[in-house]
């Protein structure tokens, strides 16, 4: 590249700045895309990492430790202090020992695919996923990417299990202690992204069984598990503690790939694995990490002191009785008035909410559509498939706005959608009548 062909570097403030479609900070538009509190939210953080910051700051002014190289696991104290808070939130023993620091569920992936999978491995993902989970293994260019279907309860296990079976007979599998599996499956078992799903328990076991009796390992994207809106005391069980406590195993088949940034901020950048004792050293041992320390160990010593003088419970507790009633309020508009066509479930936790509409129908036509003649966007299914399908399925998120927000923006979704669905129908009879 030229001195004088430097690449265009606007001056943008967050992730969602320039973005015709995701923009959520655009007020001639409400977006209902972005899976992120809005900034009614975050600047509860304010006050609070200010307090952390001065509490951290006195316990280092002996040997500033924050501020050296950190062990490979992360920062002790932090390990310590999510240990307990998980213990209480999930209703179930964490152990320390357990957690592996991260810089939040994306690096996490990406230190799993290159840490413990066979480099030409195959992955396994869901009809619809999490689209920026697909951008990212879609980068392991050497890996095999398989579909497998999914329903309103999760994976269809049985699918899967036929699937893995048949891809495994291709391949010559040379595992190693250092890359021990030869595929995984990427999903999403607790308020799923996007259908807002939860795996049932009957699922949950033979999910397991499936992946031990094939050898594979499973990854959960577990950054919704808190989020949780039901009347039970804990959350639904992460499919982890299936995996160690099922039928005495010593578990080493499933791993849970956890952040901060749904349950408190996503410019925090903090996030971390619950693995097993059989996968515990391969991540401390890893490369990446033994040759930086400890990810982010400032910033895992500020959510230390979070943790430790309970502001993360409190705001945890906001979170969860704020998104609730943002998801009753959509939900509840949505029953009134979504066309009878169409088709939800409702969601018992995390940010989303998924449509399905009848197969002749295109999100992709209707998203701009939308956004420009009554000026409400939402994400069209397909950006969630790895091949582009899902073109009749619309995610709202409920995150960002608030309740009257929502709610008004609904409203409207449900008119554009009325009123999308009777073209089409003029449109069907009329090609099935030439």
């Known amino acids: 590249m030229a001195d004088n062909e430097l690449l265009p570097d606007p ?82 023993k964490v152990y320390r020992q357990s957690l592996i620091l991260t810089c ?170 619950e693995v097993s004792s059989r996968l515990a050293n391969l991540f401390r041992s890893s490369g990446f990490l033994k040759s930086g320390g400890g990810v982010n160990q400032y910033m895992a010593g500020l959510v230390t002191s979070l943790l430790e003088m309970g502001l993360e419970d409190r705001f945890l507790n906001l979170l969860v009785d704020t998104f609730k009633k943002r998801m009753n309020g959509l939900c509840s508009t949505l029953q009134k008035l979504l066309p009878e066509e169409c088709r939800y479930v409702k969601p018992e936790g995390g940010y989303f909410v998924w449509i399905s509409l009848p197969p002749p129908a295109n999100m992709n036509e209707f998203v701009p559509w939308c956004q420009n003649k009554y000026k409400i966007s939402a994400i069209p299914g397909s950006r969630f498939s790895l091949d582009g399908q899902c073109r009749n399925y619309l995610r709202l998120a409920i995150a960002f706005h608030n309740k009257d927000t929502l709610v008004a923006a609904a409203e409207i979704l449900c008119k554009a959608l009325h009123e999308y669905l009777s073209s089409q129908k003029i449109y069907l009879s009329k090609n099935n009548s030439s």
């Open 104 to 273: 939040g569920a994306s690096q996490g992936l990406q230190m799993i695919l290159t840490t413990v999978l066979h480099p030409n491995g195959v992955i396994f993902v869901e009809e619809a996923t999490y689209m920026i989970a697909l951008d990212a293994l879609k980068q392991f260019t050497g890996m095999k990417i398989v579909t497998v279907p999914l329903d309103y309860n999760g994976v269809d296990v049985e699918a899967l299990e036929r699937i893995a079976k048949n891809e495994k007979s291709k391949g010559n599998w040379k595992v190693t202690e250092s890359k021990p599996f030869w595929a995984m499956f990427y999903t999403i078992p607790v308020f799923h992204n996007p259908t807002g799903s939860t795996l049932p328990k009957s699922r949950c076991e033979a999910l397991v069984k499936v992946a031990r009796g094939l050898d594979f390992v499973v990854v959960c994207d577990d950054v919704y598990n808190l989020l949780y809106y039901g009347d039970e005391a804990c959350p639904p069980r992460r499919l982890f503690s299936y995996d160690v406590t099922l039928d005495g195993y010593a578990g080493g088949h499933v791993i849970s790939n956890c952040s901060f940034s749904k349950i408190m901020a996503p410019g925090v950048r903090v996030g971390w694995l």
């Open 11 to 92: 001056h943008l403030y967050h992730l969602f700045d320039g973005e015709p479609i995701l923009n959520v900070y655009k007020s001639e538009v409400t977006n209902l895309s972005a899976g992120t509190p809005g900034p009614d939210l975050l600047k509860h953080c304010i006050d609070m990492f200010r307090k952390a910051t001065e509490d951290r700051m006195a316990k280092e002014e002996v040997d500033a430790f924050l501020f050296q190289y950190g062990i490979t696991s992360g920062l002790w104290e932090f390990r310590e202090e999510l240990a307990k808070f998980l213990t209480r939130r999930y209703g179930e």
